[in-house]
């Protein structure tokens, strides 16, 4: 079972950044495409951004400009840099992996990991 573990999420001001960190649980990353998605509060899970094992990146149109998403394989991680981090950023961050990025994800959902952006 394709399962991750999400760490680095936490409350921070307007303004500020996090880097959130993504680690495959019993697998290998680099044979997969990880997604990013985020789940506000009341709303449905969406995508942020996207990493192909070629290395392309893709976001989602909001966050262009302010999050970075970078894999290590041979850390076996993936990240997100979040800068300029808004209050409608918070929610509850989550990665997922799959065949390519143009895919749905085919792993399972871990427990994500918060970020609050609030004064």
């Known amino acids: 079972q394709l399962q991750f573990v999400e760490s680095g999420g936490g409350l921070v001001l307007p303004g500020g950044s996090l880097r959130l960190s993504c680690a495959p649980s019993?697998?290998?990353?680099?044979?997969?495409?990880v997604h990013w998605f985020r789940q506000a509060p009341g709303k449905e899970r969406e995508g942020v951004s996207c990493?192909?094992?070629?290395?392309?990146?893709y976001y989602r149109e909001f966050w262009k400009g302010r999050f970075t998403i970078s894999r290590d394989n041979a850390k076996n991680t993936v990240y997100l840099q979040m800068n300029s981090l808004k209050p409608e950023d918070t929610a509850i961050y989550y990665c997922?992996?799959?065949?390519?990025?143009?895919?749905?994800?085919?792993?399972?959902w871990g427990q994500g990991t918060q970020v609050t952006v609030s004064s």
């Open positions: 997922a992996a799959g065949p390519r990025c143009d895919v749905r994800p085919i792993s399972s």
């Open positions: 019993g697998f290998t990353l680099n044979e997969y495409a």
């Open positions: 990493i192909d094992t070629d290395g392309a990146t």
